[in-house]
């Protein structure tokens, strides 16, 4: 079975988790949300600015 941590916040909540042979994780410190256009250029390899809280494509 394969263990997925949602929520991870802090380096050490990860650490923790990595100690304990966690498989997979997400959360605010491997990356926040973006909105859809930074998604979508994100997948098509090209590169997104994040300023003043917004994230936003770089065209």
């Known amino acids: 079975m ?8 802090t380096t050490s909540q990860l650490e923790h988790l990595r100690s304990l042979g ?3 994780v ?3 410190l491997l990356g926040r949300q973006l ?4 998604f979508a250029t994100l997948l098509k ?3 997104c600015r994040r300023e ?3 994230t936003t494509a770089v065209e």
């Open 22 to 24: 966690c498989d997979e």
């Open 45 to 47: 390899g090209r590169q």
């Open 52 to 54: 003043g809280g917004q």
């Open 26 to 28: 997400q959360g605010f």
């Open 2 to 9: 394969e263990v997925v941590a949602e929520g991870v916040e």
């Open 35 to 38: 909105p859809a256009a930074a």
